[in-house]
């Protein structure tokens, strides 16, 4: 069955430093999304993206972050300049189509660890 | 501004028991709710889709309901198993595709 892939699992970076994370979202899948979840907390929506540009963004999202489709099958997810505060599970997400009409699938996250 | 809550925040039951886990949400305009279930440091999985225009969907052991106008979802899970201990999310899709999540219910089911 097809699913959502990240790189790497876990990313330990420090403060300051700039990370990228990856997926490879399910290959007829239009719509991209990226979550995060901090320790012991909600699953939070960061943005979403669909023909090659962000379709909606939460307050969250601000200019430290930015997303990238580079080539036919990746996702990324680039944060600049790393806070502490950063450091939470990132999943990546992908369905067929937005709005309602199709569920949302999840990769297995990224752990960042900003030191 | 979306508001997801789930009662109750952690549940233990013993192997065999019918549960009901809720979910209830501020805003009824949603296009549609999705229950998740979450393993320790693991994936969300996607157990069950309910269009707005649904009241329920099943899938094997689970089904979950929809009444949107009071802003409540449940999911049922029949004769429970080990295997079912996991973090159970709930989370309403409204407007631009974005998924607003509950904190969970955190279930246990003892052999």
């Known amino acids: 069955e097809p699913e959502v892939t990240q790189t790497p699992s876990h990313q330990v970076t420090q403060m300051g430093q700039e990370v990228i994370l990856r997926c490879v979202p399910i290959?007829?899948?239009?719509?991209f999304y990226w979550y995060r979840q901090i320790l012991g907390q909600k699953v939070e929506f960061l943005v979403s993206?669909?023909?090659?540009?962000?379709?909606?963004k939460s307050e969250i999202f601000d200019d430290q972050f930015s997303v990238e489709r580079p080539d036919g099958s990746n996702f990324t997810l680039k944060i600049r300049s790393t806070k502490l505060e950063d450091s939470a599970m990132y999943f990546c997400a992908s369905s067929e189509v937005g709005k309602g009409s199709y569920e949302q699938y999840f990769g297995p996250g990224t752990r960042l660890t900003v030191t | 501004k979306q508001e997801v809550t789930q009662i109750p925040a952690a549940l233990s039951v013993p192997e065999g028991e019918n549960l009901v886990l809720n979910c209830s949400f501020t805003d009824s305009a949603i296009y549609n709710l999705q229950w998740f279930r979450q393993d320790p440091g693991k994936g969300l999985t996607s157990l069950l889709l309910i269009q707005s225009s649904q009241r329920e969907q099943t899938s094997g052991r689970l089904n979950a309901s929809l009444d949107k106008s009071s802003g409540r979802s449940t999911l049922y899970i029949a004769a429970s198993q080990p295997g079912d201990s996991a973090t159970y999310l709930c989370a309403v899709e409204t407007g631009y595709s974005t998924l607003t999540f509950g904190k969970g219910t955190m279930l246990l089911v003892s052999p």
């Open positions: 993206f669909y023909n090659n540009e962000i379709s909606e």
């Open positions: 290959s007829n899948h239009l719509y």
